[in-house]
């Protein structure tokens, strides 16, 4: 909480346990957004479902594992060589290339024929 808030935000609420609001959650960088009434999260739920859908599975679970592994590192050689191979491993993946061929077909990948 306190990286997420900062430490002046974090010092204020934490001494006086004062609740704040959806939009100061969204300030603060705690939620990625806000809406404001049922049909519109439900709306925003399946759009976001969707997204998430059309991506590759395995380019997800990598890109959360990237994410995961190069917060906070400062960016050296070694981390660029690490980052590249990574890519490139994935896109020689058979859901890479499946990927690029459902592309120049204009067609959907099979990840969303079976969704």
């Known amino acids: 909480m306190l990286q997420a808030i900062g430490a ?8 006086t346990a004062e609740s704040f609001s959806a ?3 969204h300030r603060f960088g705690l939620v990625h957004e806000v ?3 049922e049909a519109a999260l439900k709306q925003r739920v399946e759009t976001l479902v969707e997204t998430l859908l059309a991506n590759a599975p395995g380019a ?4 959360k594992a990237l994410v995961r592994d190069f917060a906070g590192r400062a960016i050296s050689p070694e981390l660029q060589a690490d980052a590249s191979q990574r890519i490139a491993h994935r896109r020689a993946s058979a859901e890479g290339k499946e990927g690029i061929a459902a592309f120049l077909g204009k067609r959907p990948p099979d990840w969303m024929t079976h969704a």
Do not use: G, K, S, W
């Open 60 to 63: 997800i679970t990598e890109a």
């Open 8 to 15: 002046r935000q974090a010092r204020r609420y934490f001494l």
């Open 23 to 25: 939009e100061d959650a």
């Open 35 to 37: 809406v404001h009434d």
